[in-house]
RNA sequence: CGAGUCGACCGGGCGGCCGCGUCAGGGUCACGGCCCUGCCGAGGAACGUCCGGGCUCCACAGGGCAGGGUGGUUGUUAACGGCAACCCGGGGUGACCCGCGGGAAAGUGCCACAGAAAACAGACCGCCGCGCCGACGGCGCGGUAAGGGUGAAACGGCGGGGUAAGAGCCCACCAGCAUCCCGGGUGACCGGGAUGGCUCGGUAAACCCCACCUGGAGCAAGGCCAAGAGGGCUGUCGCCGCAAGGCGGUGGCCUGCGCAGGCGGUUGAGGGUUGCCCGCCCGAUGCCUGCGGGUAGGCCGCUAGAGCCUGCCGGCGACGGCAGGCCGAGAUGGAUGGCCGCCGCCUCCCGCGAGGGAGGUACAGGACCCGGCGUACAGGUCGACUCGUCCG
RNA sequence: GGGCCGCUAGCUCAACUGGCAGAGCAGGAGACUUUUAAUCUCCGGGUUCAGGGUUCGAGUCCCUGGCGGCCCA
């Protein structure tokens, strides 16, 4: 999974992910990337994951954001340091499987990291 | 063998690799942390939040009114609106099941349509008597409530006597009511007897009456530390912007602090008694108004408890007592995951068969803790009992 | 954690104290018109969210559940 200090933890530090970075939308996914300012470069890349209740109960939610960590454990290092994500869930997500989650997060990361707008 | 009733319980198992959270030990350190090892790590409903408690804070001399809750009895318990046993009523051949199950002869209200009449007596058709007209029919007065039809419900039922016709008008039996007595039971109540008037509608999940219970808030409770002199939320208007939003003006609300002004010293500003009144109490570093303008972060509370397991004892039972043993989550954008192998279980398909293949494996996750209730749920296990059929 | 509402025809809503579930729009048919629109007439359509209870009788009262929404901290 994911260890404490690299996840988001607070409120602000989704507020500014989510409005000072780039969005790119992929499938069941919406992803906000905020690379780094030069002051923070020297601490791990984090990331934050947003599952709505319109998605399904707490079993539900759960899972989706278990998996969404993992995969993105698996991803985080090939990030520069001081990278903030923020992982968005759609309702559809619950009945995408975890191989599902895995494209649609690599094409949206992908999206955000060329800079272009993501198509809507 | 078939059909059924009740109760108790399980909620997939083993293994590999990569990971997560708390705690403990060790190591390292630039004292922010990092690394290694180990223990533990969601449920029978963790859920819904329908009740009850523990805990915490606030309040509390006392009395009255109002409000809320409960509603057969006796128990059980920390407590309950839960549970157990029993009583009563209803259902079932039965095992068993269901019931907000006090009061309608305290009072008020309501009882549509139909029907003559719907709650207190009265009388539409009818029956009977008398009188009148007079074409065996009609009109008027009186008696009556057996019969008719309506309705969910029509002023006890049946038989006999009685009568002009009838009627508890009288009598016997039955049902029901009230009072009293006897017996049984802690009690709800049950069994029996005597007397009485002959009879009384339903609805309290309508108001109400009676009995009993009932302070308020909730872990965002509450406490400590840090930081700063403000902040948060919001209405409206203008400008910028595609938008999200930003900036500014002007109001409102909440709260800590600072400043200013005012009020106030027992003849007392103001406040409490978290619905109101009487009454009582507190009260001077206080209270009110205006202006200015912060934080919202950490720690504790925080998990050993009405705890769980086993055995014995008491009790019909709910439950209680004793002894021994055990430690079983404490997160905070919120820890149990990802990938895979084998075996279970269920369904379908192929096959004569051994077997093979495909799909599925529920309902659902702590957020202070506990006792109940209610609800959801793939599949399965065990025990007790009932009815029917057949055999002995 | 605490509190409060709603669920009725395809849609938006009524139904006073319990007494035959009803409007507007929409839909269908007809009339008027050269045709359409508008207008007029007629018609169909309901497990009143579900289950249980009280009552002679429940959309209404009571209980349990489901779904949706709102407020406060």
Known sequence: MLATAQRLRRRGEFAAAVRGGRRAARGVLVVHVKFPDPENSGRPA???????????????????????????????????????????????AARRGYRGLAADLDAALEAARRGKPAPR
Do not use: C, M, S, Y
Not at 49 to 62: E, K, L, Q, Y
């Open 46 to 92: 984090r990331a934050g994951f947003v599952v709505p209740r319109t998605i399904g109960g707490a079993v539900v939610r759960n899972q989706v954001k278990r998996r969404l960590r993992q995969l993105v454990r698996e991803r985080l290092g090939q990030l520069p340091t001081g990278t903030d994500v923020v992982v968005r869930a759609l309702p559809a």
